[in-house]
């Protein structure tokens, strides 16, 4: 259990210092900066890079979401449940507690929003509780029927990383203007206390609707999906 609370701790670490990272450091940099498509990129590269990594000794989830799905759907013993998720935490705070010194080096640096989580004013298209609460929990669903899909045994072996990085990617094509994007508490627990905004707040909503789109997606791919081959 140690090396498995080991992978998860360290690959949510990668998640939120390159994920998050490329957000602070590189989203708005003058006339270069990567902006949207970028950041949704560097999220789906860091699951998709990880997951190769570590994901054969832990499952290689890095979100407390994903880890109740995979316990929802009977991929995870629910006693692992706790332990996971307080590795993912810590992770992630590790990395953003870094990501803020590394940040703070330059001479005019503001926190601001440091890539947390929002709705209303701190949303960056400003929509609404309602908005960011479906676009967050529709979008969690259809995750975790992408990760049980592609790690299913009737999927081809070896090559599961691949279209969950690029549902992350795509995931965050889509809602980053909603909400910046979660689907995942510990990437937002993990920034939230760096925000210079109000963002530990609204944290309940990124955990609650990536937690319910979760055992959705379980729901979704055991009743209407599986097989008894997969």
């Not at 994007?181 to 530990?200: D, E, G, H, W």
Request: aromatic fraction near 12%; charged fraction near 5%.
């Amino acid at each position: 259990m140690i090396k498995k609370l080991g992978a998860e701790f360290f690959g949510t670490f990668w998640l939120v210092f390159g994920g998050c990272g490329a957000a602070v450091l590189d989203a708005a940099f003058p006339q270069l900066g990567i902006g949207f498509g970028g950041v949704a990129l560097a999220f789906g590269l860091t699951v998709l890079t990880m997951a190769f990594a570590v994901g054969g000794i832990s499952g290689g989830h890095f979100n407390p979401a994903v880890s109740l799905g995979a316990a929802a759907a009977g991929r995870l013993p629910w006693n692992a449940l706790g332990p996971y998720w307080a590795a993912q935490v810590l992770g992630g705070l590790l990395a953003a507690s870094l990501l803020y010194l590394i940040a703070s080096g330059k001479p005019d640096f503001v926190a601001g929003a440091f890539a947390s989580n929002g709705y209303g004013a701190l949303s960056p298209g400003h929509y609404g509780l309602l908005s960011g609460f479906l676009i967050e929990t529709i979008l969690t669903a259809g995750f975790l029927v992408v990760i049980l899909g592609a790690t299913s045994r009737t999927a081809p072996a070896g090559f599961g990383p691949l279209p969950i990085g690029l549902a992350l990617t795509l995931i965050h094509l889509v809602s980053i203007p909603v909400t910046n994007t979660s689907v995942n508490p510990a990437r937002s627990t993990a920034v939230a206390f760096f925000a210079q905004t109000a963002a530990i707040g609204q944290l309940w909503l990124f955990w609650t609707a990536p937690l319910i789109g979760a055992l959705l997606g379980a729901f979704i791919w055991k009743s209407l999906i599986a097989t008894p081959e997969s």
